[in-house]
């Protein structure tokens, strides 16, 4: 089964963050980022296990909003850059689990439509990464994990690390969602924690609330705050089966959720963690009523 979550702007929809042009608050952080950028120390073991994370990645106008682009710089800075990457994001469901395509400059797969074209121009051409590929293939078992390669990072892997890692100088593997169930991110988090111990960084790339519905009537920004508390609380405690049952026992889960592709990789980051009540909020804004709320576990 293949399943490709693409994103399409919302009729009548224009992005909150005006820019000069689009991508303008972008190109100002890699004339201003850049060369430091290039220059942030690389992990090394003694610096122990690199943290799992939970990145809620946006539209492409995410490229237009200077705190959230500097949020994301600032929150890579924070730690050692790691050896490579190893992202699943919300708009790819493929079973068995496969993998991106990992030959250096692999072109990135531009799935959403109805924004400005030059967000399909913008490239992120990451190094050779066939040596983690060949790492993932004896983690996730004896079954082969099919490469597809000519699939580069979608938009939930690549508008992220685009504002992380802007010197595109980290290798990086996409792992699909084998399935939009709780449980198999939180199992397929837990195979990729030996990774972390390796200077890999795990990422899951989601939504902390992900409602079309609030757009339009504002009023259920209360279903959302309600479901973004009751998400931190969760991860406060560690409670991994609350996490996993969500869409019963989270209020809100309904108008926060209508689907699981956005919450779930939230379970990988869990999984990936030595410690699941390790979480810390590293970005915590609300745009256009949705938490953008990002965490870092260990």
Known sequence: MTTTHGVAAPDGLTSPFPSRRPAAAYDDLLARVLPQAREQRMWQPSDGRMPSLFVSHGAPFTLDDPQ??????????????????????A?????????????AGTPLFYDFSGFHPRYKTLPYA???????????????GRTPVHEF???GLDHGAFIPLMAMYPA????VVQLSMP???PDALLQLGARLRPLREEGVLVLGSGFMTHSFAVFRRPELAADTRAFDAWAVDALARGD?????????????AAVAHPTADHFVPLLL???AADDPGSAVSAIDRVVMGNSTRSVQLT
């Open 149 to 151: 390669t000519d699939r």
């Open 240 to 252: 991994a089966d609350a996490l996993t049952d969500y869409c019963n026992k989270a209020p809100g």
């Open 179 to 181: 399935s939009l169930d």
């Open 168 to 171: 595109a100088d980290v290798p």
């Open 126 to 140: 990451t190094p050779d990464a066939t040596d983690l590929a060949r790492r993932l293939t004896g983690l996730l």
């Open 91 to 103: 708009h790819w469901e493929q079973a068995p689990v496969a993998i991106s395509g990992a030959a």
């Open 68 to 89: 959230w682009l500097a949020d994301l710089y600032d929150w890579a800075r924070s730690m050692p850059k790691p050896r490579a990457i190893v992202v699943v994001s």
């Open 269 to 271: 980051a869990v999984g």
